[in-house]
């Protein structure tokens, strides 16, 4: 009865295995592996040590941060830089009741 239990289990293990294994494989690349990937093709055309050097400094290289946005109100304190009093007041009113695109400043072409 023993050996009958055992061979079911293994069986059962064994019928499940392959399952568990199509899963991980099919995972998606995780970002360490994306890197790798994009380091591997800088390094096209390195060799040796060249090769090993880089590929350190690829893969311990820190992402660079985004930059940030231009706030509405450092936008408008720029635009009204030149005026005061009253003026000043209502230009930075109007400026930050304005849309973003709106109260951009144009540029020349």
Do not use: H, W
Request: with cysteine; net charge positive.
């Amino acid at each position: 009865m023993n050996k009958l239990l055992i061979l079911v289990a293994a069986y059962a293990f064994a019928a499940t295995a392959p399952a568990f294994a199509a899963d991980t494989a099919a995972a998606a690349p995780n970002a360490q592996q994306e890197k790798m990937k994009a380091c591997n093709a800088k390094a096209e055309g390195k060799s040796g040590d060249d090769r090993k050097k880089f590929m350190s400094d690829c893969l311990s290289a820190k992402p660079a941060a985004p930059a940030k946005p231009e706030s509405k109100i450092s936008m408008c304190n720029k635009q009204t830089a030149g005026l005061s009093g009253d003026a000043r007041s209502k230009a930075q009113s109007e400026c930050m009741k304005a849309p973003a695109a709106a109260a951009a400043p144009a540029k020349a072409p």
